[in-house]
């Protein structure tokens, strides 16, 4: 009998060309997602050494960093940003590659687009040069970020070399509570092992928790396997993930597909595979989240107090440079801290899921008048879906505007900065620094929580209004 | 793109004891949207580099004229967070050449081999003798040697070694990179190609 595999080994080994000795394997890409900030001093290296991209179909690019949120017909106004746009343009075309710009009807965020049009399939590998490609793991795909270099490289030979990393499963066994959603599962995760705590693995999440979750969930956690470390992380297919692909315009088709499902099928840890790290955590004891400091391990339980600098993995000092950045000190209390932004958006929670969320909330009250909120759907086909099933007539109704797809404030590229020294209950996955605007204040939640924000204007536990 | 080969660097080092200095950081993401990697250095940790009208702010470490060098050393989990490269090269174009750090998160590691910066892990142990060392003398020497993979104190000789594959050691030391390496097995790539299913 054969060794057991984990679904991680199954999928990497499918995709080794050759192990370089005493160094990395060089990997074959299935899928390639490039986006205009990452990639033009990639294609400017490929000039510069007269290659050429090897295989132009198993490359997509979609415009989503820099994008404004407004006003997508009018030319874009900041030149810089418009300049990077036209050279991905510029670049998709020279070299054959499926583009999807402003304006375009499938155009958004990467890591949403992929997956809705079934570029995404189980036992991929896919790369693209942003971190949270792990999103893509929710299909049961070794997926994650790359660099500028490695951008190039898969352009020039669809390959890149790397390491193997070691092997982490996290595993939430039971059910969760009222209100609790996938965000609070994976912000609760990575505030018990800490920003650091899953470097050098990646991640499978197994148990019920997750196998009882929809695709829309799953690439939320996944999405921010890289905020505790892991390169990425990976959910195995299931009948949830046939379900979601099936018929999606790029995925296979008709007998294509159907010669595919046993293969995905087959995509599972095998009984007594071994991890270099294994988890558990139990559903009940994880309550919607909220994060106080300035990396997304720095989160608790909305009700709960900031902890002492003695009780956080972070050096004392590092911790209270963080909660001095933010305005807080130890042991307040998270409830009733006021709240002037607020974000529904991104890869992480850009999706049809976090609107319904979002809106199940909002229905029926107002804005509080000292928040302003940013809607920003992940893609065109989210913000068609939200009109659709009537979700913008309450958003409307409560005093809500809807933006169009993009990243927006999630890292503030374009003109979506969130002001120094305000708070901001944000959906999307980095607290850092001045990673929505220079000085700006992020505190990382699910769409509940965003959602009872910008009705109280403060930080409030949702599952008073469910 | 060339980079510089890296064999023996000895060098006095900037000590940023910070843990979990993240990419956004290194290069906020409002200067991203360059098309050509050059002037990178110049906003190299801008935010914590400058005030809001531009002035340098004068109690962080790159404004002190005690500090510098081609080593940086930081604290533990050295450039989590965003994959962008533009951390990698904003550190190379201000001249640096090698971080240390008890802790480096993957995505950076693996850019700055790729463009040459020896990222070099040491034990939380020898981190604090380090900056220790520095604060005791901000002319005190760093040698980062590859061929050996060995850092050195050299005020007080004292010493610890460092990991890197070997391919990776041989890239660096003679100014390789990887897709020179993949564009020399090319037929293999796309008789591998010609297998997948999808």
Redesign the interface.
Known sequence: MSTPKTLFDKVWDAHVIRHVEDGPDVLFIDRHFIHEVTSPVAFLGLEGRGAGVLFSGRTFATADHNTPTLNQHLPVADPLSANQLAALERNAKKYNISHWGLGHQKNGIVHVVGPENGITLPGMTIVCGDSHTSTHGAFGAIAFGIGTSEVEMVLATQCIMQPKPKKMRISVNGTVGKGVLPKDVILYIISQISASGATGYFVEYAGDVFRNMTMEGRMTVCNMSIEMGARGGMVAPDQTTLNYLKGRELAPQGEAWDKLVPYFESLKTDEGAEFDVDLTFDAADIEPQITYGTNPGLGTGVTRQIPLAEAVKDGAASYKKSLQYMGFAENDSMLGKPVDFVFLGSCTNGRIEDFRAFASIVKGRKKADNVTAWLVPGSHIVEAQIKEEGILDILSEAGFQLRQPGCSACLAMNEDKIPAGKYAVSTSNRNFEGRQGPGARTLLASPLVAAAAAVTGKVTDPREFI | ?AYDKFTVLRSTAVPM????V?T??II???F??????KGFGDNLFR?WRYN?DDTPKADFVLNNPTYKGKILVG???FG???????A?WAIYDYGFRCVVSS?????FR??AL??GILPVQVSPEFLEKIFAAIEADPNTELEVNLPKQAITILATGESESFGI????KHNLTNGF???D???S??G???Q??AT???
């Open positions: 793109m004891p910070i843990e979990n993240d956004d950081q906020p993401a409002r991203l949207k360059a098309t050509e990697r935010d809001n604290g533990k989990n989590s967070g965003s994959s962008r490269e533009h990698a802790f480096f998160a993957d995505i693996g850019n790729n463009i594959n070997g391919y990776k990179d990887d897709i390496y993949l564009l097995m090319k293999e790539i796309e591998f190609a997948r299913p999808f």
